[in-house]
């Protein structure tokens, strides 16, 4: 076991896999331009524990510990909202349902997931507690961790907007943007191309999308995809399963 996990890079570790690997790389190597549809908050989060703990440690690890705690402060904010709700039963359902949705694979895996989904319910927090320069600096990190972290920094925009206070707006503003202007501005500088990872990213499969485009898309092919084939079409029948497991606990969750 602690072979396994101590060592250096272990193919067989089942927590090393798929976008894992390009985000292990990442911290243990540094970016490559191809590597650039993978943010950097993750892998940075992973390099600055090796250094600190005199690379004892390794990545994979480190990754899973970033993971597993990022995902406990996500069950803990989740219950905190539902229990605000006035039903203790009712927000530890919802924590369950969370934790054991199929989905959570990539949530106890050395992804950067749990970070994104933490620093969203952490953003969110705050601008319920009407604290907008810690829900925007929330926000920020949660667009250095993920493309996905850009809706976030979008929502922060709409609630200071409400505020119709211009300095406050120009600050909090400023402090939002921040994440994804200094990661663009890298990009600029380095590759002479702000905007490089989306060019990148169809080497590994991804387009950018309209919102909600893509659950249509898995509902629409719910039963279209065999358990047989190609690794394309067995990781849509993962992402369709995800989708129709979110379905039944958010109609449970209703009644």
């Not at 406050?168 to 590759?191: E, F, K, P």
Request: proline share 4%.
């Amino acid at each position: 076991w602690r072979t396994n996990l101590f060592s250096q890079p272990n193919t067989s570790n089942p927590f090393e896999k798929w976008d894992a690997v390009h985000y292990l790389e990442i911290a243990r190597s540094g970016y490559t331009k191809t590597l650039t549809p993978f943010f950097p908050l993750y892998p940075l989060l992973l390099r600055v524990l090796h250094v600190v703990t005199f690379s004892s440690i390794s990545y994979s690890v480190l990754g899973l510990l970033v993971s597993w705690a990022a995902f406990a402060g996500c069950a803990l904010l989740i219950r905190t909202f539902m229990s605000e709700l006035g039903d203790s039963r009712l927000a530890d359902f919802t924590m369950l349902f969370m934790i054991w949705s199929p989905a959570s694979v990539f949530f106890l895996s050395d992804y950067n997931i749990s970070l994104l989904l933490f620093l969203t319910l952490l953003s969110c927090r705050y601008l319920q507690q009407d604290r907008l320069v810690p829900a925007a600096a929330a926000a920020s990190l949660a667009s250095l961790a993920h493309p996905l972290g850009v809706g976030v920094v979008a929502a922060v925009l709409v609630a200071i907007a409400m505020k119709r206070r211009l300095l406050q707006i120009a600050l909090v503003g400023a402090i939002a943007v921040s994440g994804m202007v200094a990661w663009c501005s890298w990009q600029l500088a380095t590759y002479g191309n702000a905007f490089a990872f989306l060019k990148e990213q169809s080497f590994y499969d991804k387009t950018t999308e309209f919102p909600f485009l893509a659950t249509f898309q898995a509902l629409t092919q719910v039963f279209s995809v065999s358990t047989t084939g190609s690794f394309r079409h067995n990781n849509l029948l993962v992402f369709q399963i995800e989708t129709l497991a979110s379905i039944v606990s958010i109609v449970v969750i209703a009644f």
